[in-house]
Structure formats: structure tokens, C-alpha cells
């Protein structure tokens, strides 16, 4: 028992397939996306969990594809970036959505709106834009209000996170990604275990549930979907070394 919530049993690797979030996952998350740490440690265990479910592992993250490719040798992994909206079998199938036709105007109007509003940092993204008021918190107020204008007046979704709001295309989630990968061989027929830390995750580990798998919640006790948890970024890592050595 961890905190309230179960810690997995290793033998769940069982007929299972695995979706691993990344950051606050695999990995500890960092003052920056550029500056996690990739051990060889996690390598390994990546390359033995794939040795052990063959073509059943996968990297579903809000990470942009390409930068989890560069981070990790994706090569035999199958991989969803940007929440969802970005696939890629181990096979080279992939699928690529065009960016939404509002995306670079939206920058361009972002941009134009941060400009002399020192501390607001714009984050582009493949399939949205953040924009960033942590260094700026008196401009709370106005990045909201204009990021709510905006999200108003197009086929945008508004996402609030902790000092910064992301408009971003709608409809892709890390549990679309889930199901998309189970209809697929060779995972079709076995069974969801999704890891995650964050609320993102949760719709990953809802559809797990509706899948009849289950989620493992890594860090601190708080409601989610999931029904395991695991302390820590280090238990997770040990859970997975283990798993990989469980007989099929």
C-alpha cells in the first residue's frame, strides 16, 4: 500500500501493453525541457521492456515527437508527442495532422501582444502556443484575458496550467493516443498499463480503465483514474527494471 493506493503487482506486465509518460516519469523534470537528464540506466530498461513486450512499449508525452526522437533511441518504441496529436508506430507508420490554419496567426498576434510586457515568455508549439507569466505575475490578468479572447474567436481550446495558458488544437488527449495504438497490432488484444504523473495523464488512464487496464500514478497521493501508485520517478524505474525480467 502506497499512501492510500495500491503499488502495482510486477506480473500486471502480463499480457500487457505499456505507455510510459516521460517527464515525471522516466525521467525527473527539470528547470527546462532542454536540460532533463536521459540516463543509460533508462535506456536499458527501455531496451529489456521492449525485448520483453515486443512492439507493446510506448512513449505517449505532451512533448513534441521530435524532441522525445532526439532525448531517446525511439527506433523500436512506438511514440505519441504533442498530447496525442502526433503518432509513430516502431514500423515508421505515422500519423501527421497539419497544424490548425489559426495557429500562425494566433503567434503572430501573441507576439504582438508580449511585446514590452517584460517577463511573458511565448512558447511555440507544433500544435499550440503557451504563453508563459511565472516571471511576470502582475500580468496574469491580461495574459488571461487575451489568451480567452483569442481562444473565443476560433476552433481553440484554452488550457490553465500554473502560471501559464496554452491555446492549443482541440481534441487530441494522451487517451485518444492510447486507443489508437490498441487497435493496432501487436497490442491489440492485451491489456492498457499507462504511467503518468501529471493531470494530463488522466485521460490516459481513464481510457486504460475503459480498456480493462489499469494506471500507475507516480509522485504524491492525489484523485486520479489511476488505481496504483509509485512514490517517485526512482520507484518507477525499479518497478520497470523488474517487470522486464517477469516470464511472459
Known amino acids: 500500500m502506497v499512501g492510500g493506493r495500491l503499488a502495482p503487482p510486477v506480473d500486471l506486465i502480463r499480457n500487457a501493453s505499456l505507455f510510459l509518460d516521460f517527464d515525471g516519469t522516466l525521467v525527473e523534470i527539470a528547470a527546462r525541457p532542454d536540460a532533463v537528464i536521459v540516463t543509460d540506466r533508462l535506456r536499458a530498461i527501455l531496451g529489456a521492456l521492449e525485448a520483453a513486450l515486443p512492439g507493446r512499449v510506448a512513449i505517449v508525452t505532451g512533448r513534441p515527437l521530435a524532441q522525445v526522437a532526439a532525448l531517446l533511441d525511439v527506433s ?27 495557429l500562425a496567426p494566433t503567434i503572430s498576434r501573441i507576439a504582438g501582444f508580449s511585446e514590452g ?36 474567436s476560433s476552433d481553440i481550446e484554452l488550457l490553465h496550467g500554473k502560471m501559464v495558458v496554452e491555446l492549443r488544437m482541440p481534441g487530441a488527449d494522451k487517451g485518444a493516443a492510447v486507443s489508437a495504438f490498441m487497435k493496432q497490432a501487436p497490442m491489440m488484444g492485451t491489456v492498457p ?56
Open 193 to 248: 498499463l499507462v504511467f503518468g504523473d501529471d493531470v494530463t495523464d488522466e485521460a490516459a488512464f481513464a481510457m486504460a480503465r475503459t480498456l480493462g487496464g489499469s494506471g500507475v500514478l507516480i509522485g504524491d497521493e492525489r484523485p486520479s483514474a489511476a488505481r496504483y501508485r509509485l512514490p517517485a520517478v526512482s520507484d518507477a524505474l525499479d518497478w520497470l527494471e523488474a517487470a522486464a525480467m517477469v516470464p511472459a
Open 117 to 152: 510586457r517584460a517577463g511573458v515568455l511565448v512558447e511555440e508549439k507544433p500544435f499550440g502556443v503557451a504563453i508563459h507569466y511565472r516571471e511576470a505575475p502582475d500580468e496574469e490578468r491580461a495574459c488571461l484575458r487575451f489568451a480567452e479572447s483569442l481562444a473565443h
Open 76 to 102: 523500436a518504441l512506438a511514440l505519441s508527442g504533442s498530447h496525442g496529436a502526433e503518432m509513430l508506430w516502431p514500423d515508421g507508420r505515422r500519423i501527421d495532422i497539419p497544424p490548425p490554419l489559426w
